[in-house]
Protein backbone atom coordinates (compact mmCIF):
# COMPACT_ATOMS: atom_id res chain seq x y z
CA UNK A 1 0.00 0.00 0.00
CA UNK A 2 1.08 3.46 -1.24
CA UNK A 3 0.26 6.82 0.03
CA UNK A 4 0.63 9.17 -2.93
CA UNK A 5 0.28 12.47 -4.89
CA UNK A 6 -1.58 11.35 -8.35
CA UNK A 7 -1.19 13.61 -10.89
CA UNK A 8 -4.13 13.76 -13.28
CA UNK A 9 -3.43 12.75 -17.10
CA UNK A 10 -6.72 13.52 -18.30
CA UNK A 11 -10.05 13.83 -17.37
CA UNK A 12 -13.76 13.92 -19.85
CA UNK A 13 -16.96 12.77 -19.46
CA UNK A 14 -17.71 9.46 -20.38
CA UNK A 15 -21.54 9.31 -20.56
CA UNK A 16 -24.64 10.83 -19.00
CA UNK A 17 -23.30 11.71 -15.39
CA UNK A 18 -20.31 9.27 -15.43
CA UNK A 19 -16.98 10.62 -15.30
CA UNK A 20 -13.38 9.13 -16.71
CA UNK A 21 -10.34 10.17 -14.65
CA UNK A 22 -6.46 8.66 -16.37
CA UNK A 23 -4.40 9.14 -13.22
CA UNK A 24 -0.10 8.51 -12.81
CA UNK A 25 0.87 7.46 -9.83
CA UNK A 26 3.82 4.63 -10.61
CA UNK A 27 3.86 3.31 -7.24
CA UNK A 28 -0.18 2.55 -6.95
CA UNK A 29 -0.59 1.43 -10.82
CA UNK A 30 2.56 -1.08 -10.21
CA UNK A 31 0.96 -3.60 -7.97
CA UNK A 32 -2.97 -3.03 -8.73
CA UNK A 33 -5.02 -5.14 -10.03
CA UNK A 34 -8.90 -5.58 -11.36
CA UNK A 35 -11.11 -5.79 -8.61
CA UNK A 36 -8.89 -3.99 -5.82
CA UNK A 37 -9.69 -0.38 -4.51
CA UNK A 38 -7.94 2.43 -4.03
CA UNK A 39 -8.99 5.72 -1.16
CA UNK A 40 -8.99 9.13 -2.89
CA UNK A 41 -9.09 12.64 -1.03
CA UNK A 42 -12.36 14.08 -2.34
CA UNK A 43 -10.98 17.72 -2.05
CA UNK A 44 -8.21 20.36 -0.97
CA UNK A 45 -8.39 20.29 2.91
CA UNK A 46 -10.50 18.66 5.23
CA UNK A 47 -14.53 18.94 3.65
CA UNK A 48 -15.09 16.52 2.79
CA UNK A 49 -13.19 14.96 5.53
CA UNK A 50 -13.25 11.58 4.78
CA UNK A 51 -11.84 9.68 1.62
CA UNK A 52 -13.84 7.60 -0.90
CA UNK A 53 -12.86 4.01 -1.92
CA UNK A 54 -12.73 4.01 -5.85
CA UNK A 55 -12.65 0.69 -8.00
CA UNK A 56 -9.65 0.41 -10.47
CA UNK A 57 -11.47 0.60 -13.75
CA UNK A 58 -8.53 0.63 -16.57
CA UNK A 59 -4.64 0.56 -16.56
CA UNK A 60 -2.17 1.40 -19.43
CA UNK A 61 1.17 0.76 -20.23
CA UNK A 62 2.66 4.56 -21.23
CA UNK A 63 6.08 4.13 -21.63
CA UNK A 64 7.87 2.24 -18.60
CA UNK A 65 4.31 3.64 -16.03
CA UNK A 66 1.74 1.62 -15.62
CA UNK A 67 -1.18 4.22 -15.60
CA UNK A 68 -4.82 3.42 -14.20
CA UNK A 69 -8.44 4.97 -14.49
CA UNK A 70 -11.30 5.35 -12.09
CA UNK A 71 -14.89 6.04 -13.84
CA UNK A 72 -16.77 8.26 -11.12
CA UNK A 73 -20.99 8.16 -10.78
CA UNK A 74 -21.07 11.84 -9.83
CA UNK A 75 -23.33 11.78 -6.65
CA UNK A 76 -22.61 14.15 -4.37
CA UNK A 77 -19.85 16.85 -3.30
CA UNK A 78 -16.95 14.47 -3.27
CA UNK A 79 -17.19 12.94 -6.73
CA UNK A 80 -18.44 16.41 -7.91
CA UNK A 81 -14.91 17.43 -6.87
CA UNK A 82 -13.19 14.82 -8.45
CA UNK A 83 -14.97 15.05 -11.84
CA UNK A 84 -13.63 18.68 -12.07
CA UNK A 85 -10.53 18.11 -11.96
CA UNK A 86 -8.15 18.74 -15.17
CA UNK A 87 -5.32 17.50 -16.16
CA UNK A 88 -1.93 18.37 -14.13
CA UNK A 89 -4.07 18.59 -11.32
CA UNK A 90 -3.00 16.56 -7.98
CA UNK A 91 -4.92 14.05 -5.73
CA UNK A 92 -4.17 12.71 -2.52
CA UNK A 93 -4.68 8.62 -3.14
CA UNK A 94 -3.14 5.56 -1.41
CA UNK A 95 -3.60 2.01 -2.36
CA UNK A 96 -3.65 -0.84 -3.65
CA UNK A 97 -6.55 -1.96 -0.92
CA UNK A 98 -8.70 -5.04 -0.78
CA UNK A 99 -8.24 -8.86 -2.81
CA UNK A 100 -9.19 -7.89 -5.91
CA UNK A 101 -10.60 -10.97 -8.46
CA UNK A 102 -8.52 -14.33 -9.21
CA UNK A 103 -9.34 -16.06 -12.49
CA UNK A 104 -8.37 -19.61 -12.31
CA UNK A 105 -6.01 -20.73 -15.11
CA UNK A 106 -8.29 -22.73 -16.36
CA UNK A 107 -11.57 -21.15 -16.37
CA UNK A 108 -11.81 -19.96 -20.54
CA UNK A 109 -15.59 -18.51 -20.13
CA UNK A 110 -16.01 -15.29 -17.98
CA UNK A 111 -19.55 -14.22 -17.48
CA UNK A 112 -19.32 -10.84 -15.98
CA UNK A 113 -22.48 -9.19 -14.21
CA UNK A 114 -22.53 -5.55 -13.60
CA UNK A 115 -25.22 -3.45 -11.78
CA UNK A 116 -25.20 0.21 -12.45
CA UNK A 117 -22.02 1.67 -11.52
CA UNK A 118 -20.67 -1.31 -10.77
CA UNK A 119 -19.46 -2.38 -14.37
CA UNK A 120 -16.62 0.22 -13.39
CA UNK A 121 -14.88 -2.45 -11.74
CA UNK A 122 -15.30 -5.30 -14.21
CA UNK A 123 -13.44 -3.46 -17.21
CA UNK A 124 -10.21 -3.98 -15.98
CA UNK A 125 -11.12 -7.44 -15.62
CA UNK A 126 -12.46 -7.98 -18.94
CA UNK A 127 -9.36 -6.37 -20.44
CA UNK A 128 -7.14 -8.47 -18.90
CA UNK A 129 -9.44 -12.23 -19.93
CA UNK A 130 -9.52 -10.61 -23.71
CA UNK A 131 -5.98 -9.83 -23.87
CA UNK A 132 -5.06 -13.63 -22.03
CA UNK A 133 -7.58 -15.15 -24.88
CA UNK A 134 -10.45 -16.34 -22.76
CA UNK A 135 -13.94 -15.81 -24.00
CA UNK A 136 -16.20 -13.23 -22.57
CA UNK A 137 -19.81 -12.14 -21.99
CA UNK A 138 -21.38 -9.28 -19.61
CA UNK A 139 -24.18 -9.23 -18.69
CA UNK A 140 -24.91 -5.32 -17.68
CA UNK A 141 -28.10 -3.67 -16.04
CA UNK A 142 -29.13 -0.34 -15.64
CA UNK A 143 -32.21 1.84 -14.78
CA UNK A 144 -31.99 3.18 -18.55
CA UNK A 145 -30.47 3.23 -21.42
CA UNK A 146 -27.88 6.31 -20.80
CA UNK A 147 -26.78 4.90 -17.76
CA UNK A 148 -25.21 1.58 -19.94
CA UNK A 149 -21.37 1.63 -19.93
CA UNK A 150 -21.10 2.35 -24.02
CA UNK A 151 -20.39 -0.59 -25.96
CA UNK A 152 -17.89 1.15 -28.09
CA UNK A 153 -15.05 1.63 -24.99
CA UNK A 154 -14.91 -2.11 -24.39
CA UNK A 155 -12.59 -4.11 -26.38
CA UNK A 156 -14.65 -5.85 -29.45
CA UNK A 157 -14.50 -9.48 -28.78
CA UNK A 158 -16.47 -9.09 -25.41
CA UNK A 159 -20.36 -9.93 -25.82
CA UNK A 160 -22.59 -7.54 -24.06
CA UNK A 161 -26.12 -8.31 -22.94
CA UNK A 162 -27.69 -5.44 -21.54
CA UNK A 163 -31.22 -5.30 -19.40
CA UNK A 164 -33.26 -1.89 -18.10
CA UNK A 165 -35.72 -1.12 -15.52
CA UNK A 166 -37.26 1.48 -18.26
CA UNK A 167 -37.47 -1.14 -21.39
CA UNK A 168 -35.17 1.32 -22.85
CA UNK A 169 -32.38 -1.67 -24.03
CA UNK A 170 -31.78 -4.93 -23.84
CA UNK A 171 -34.05 -6.87 -21.94
CA UNK A 172 -37.13 -5.32 -19.78
CA UNK A 173 -35.94 -5.67 -16.01
CA UNK A 174 -33.09 -6.59 -13.70
CA UNK A 175 -29.87 -7.81 -14.86
CA UNK A 176 -30.51 -10.92 -12.75
CA UNK A 177 -32.96 -12.17 -15.01
CA UNK A 178 -30.20 -12.87 -17.54
CA UNK A 179 -27.96 -15.07 -15.49
CA UNK A 180 -29.65 -18.01 -15.65
CA UNK A 181 -29.54 -18.83 -19.42
CA UNK A 182 -25.60 -17.56 -19.39
CA UNK A 183 -24.58 -18.95 -16.19
CA UNK A 184 -24.20 -22.55 -17.99
CA UNK A 185 -21.76 -21.12 -20.10
CA UNK A 186 -19.69 -19.88 -17.96
CA UNK A 187 -16.58 -21.03 -16.03
CA UNK A 188 -16.57 -18.45 -13.22
CA UNK A 189 -18.61 -15.68 -12.59
CA UNK A 190 -17.63 -12.42 -11.41
CA UNK A 191 -19.65 -9.36 -10.38
CA UNK A 192 -20.13 -5.85 -9.22
CA UNK A 193 -22.72 -4.11 -7.93
CA UNK A 194 -25.83 -3.10 -5.60
CA UNK A 195 -26.29 -5.68 -2.24
CA UNK A 196 -30.19 -6.35 -3.93
CA UNK A 197 -28.59 -7.82 -7.28
CA UNK A 198 -26.38 -10.04 -5.28
CA UNK A 199 -29.03 -11.51 -3.35
CA UNK A 200 -31.03 -11.81 -6.24
CA UNK A 201 -27.94 -13.85 -8.28
CA UNK A 202 -27.58 -15.85 -5.32
CA UNK A 203 -31.50 -17.18 -5.36
CA UNK A 204 -30.73 -17.66 -9.26
CA UNK A 205 -27.43 -19.86 -8.62
CA UNK A 206 -29.32 -21.83 -5.65
CA UNK A 207 -32.47 -22.49 -8.14
CA UNK A 208 -30.65 -23.35 -11.03
CA UNK A 209 -28.28 -26.00 -8.62
CA UNK A 210 -25.25 -24.74 -9.97
CA UNK A 211 -21.90 -24.90 -8.47
CA UNK A 212 -19.64 -22.38 -10.75
CA UNK A 213 -17.69 -20.34 -8.48
CA UNK A 214 -18.81 -16.94 -7.97
CA UNK A 215 -16.97 -13.99 -6.85
CA UNK A 216 -18.86 -11.08 -5.96
CA UNK A 217 -16.91 -7.81 -5.30
CA UNK A 218 -19.08 -5.85 -2.41
CA UNK A 219 -19.66 -1.98 -2.50
CA UNK A 220 -19.78 -0.90 1.23
CA UNK A 221 -19.17 2.35 2.94
CA UNK A 222 -15.24 3.00 4.18
CA UNK A 223 -14.11 5.67 6.40
CA UNK A 224 -10.24 4.52 6.60
CA UNK A 225 -9.83 1.52 3.90
CA UNK A 226 -7.21 -0.61 6.00
CA UNK A 227 -9.93 -2.23 8.81
CA UNK A 228 -9.22 -0.37 11.32
CA UNK A 229 -12.51 1.57 11.46
CA UNK A 230 -14.96 -1.71 11.23
CA UNK A 231 -16.99 0.69 8.61
CA UNK A 232 -17.46 -2.07 6.18
CA UNK A 233 -17.94 -4.75 8.60
CA UNK A 234 -20.72 -7.76 6.52
CA UNK A 235 -21.85 -11.07 8.07
CA UNK A 236 -20.37 -14.16 6.29
CA UNK A 237 -20.75 -17.94 6.98
CA UNK A 238 -17.31 -17.91 8.41
CA UNK A 239 -18.39 -14.88 10.66
CA UNK A 240 -18.12 -10.95 10.55
CA UNK A 241 -15.72 -9.85 7.62
CA UNK A 242 -14.28 -6.56 6.47
CA UNK A 243 -14.99 -5.34 2.78
CA UNK A 244 -11.87 -3.42 2.99
CA UNK A 245 -9.56 -5.90 4.52
CA UNK A 246 -10.72 -9.40 3.62
CA UNK A 247 -12.86 -8.06 0.52
CA UNK A 248 -14.06 -6.67 -1.48
CA UNK A 249 -13.84 -9.92 -3.36
CA UNK A 250 -15.97 -12.52 -1.79
CA UNK A 251 -17.89 -15.40 -2.88
CA UNK A 252 -20.97 -14.87 -3.58
CA UNK A 253 -22.91 -17.71 -1.45
CA UNK A 254 -20.63 -17.41 2.34
CA UNK A 255 -22.21 -13.42 1.87
CA UNK A 256 -25.52 -13.95 0.28
Known sequence: MHLERAVVVSSERAYE???????????????A????????????GHDPLLPRPMSFHRFRRTGDERQFAMLLDIRGRGTEWLACREAGDAIDIFGPLGRGFAVDKASQNLLLVAGGVGVAALV????????????????????????????????????????????????????????????????????????PMFRAMATVVRQEASRKPVQALLEERMACGTGVCYSC????????????????????????
Request: charged letters at 20%; aromatic letters at 6%; proline letters at 7%.
Open 233 to 256: AVFTRRGVRLVCKDGPRFELREVF
Open 33 to 44: GAGQFLMVRCGE
Open 124 to 195: ALADEAVADGRSVTLLQGAKTAARLFPTALLPPEVEVVTATDDDSAGRHGPVTDLLAQHLPWADQVFACGPT
Open 17 to 31: NTHLLWLSAPAVGLT
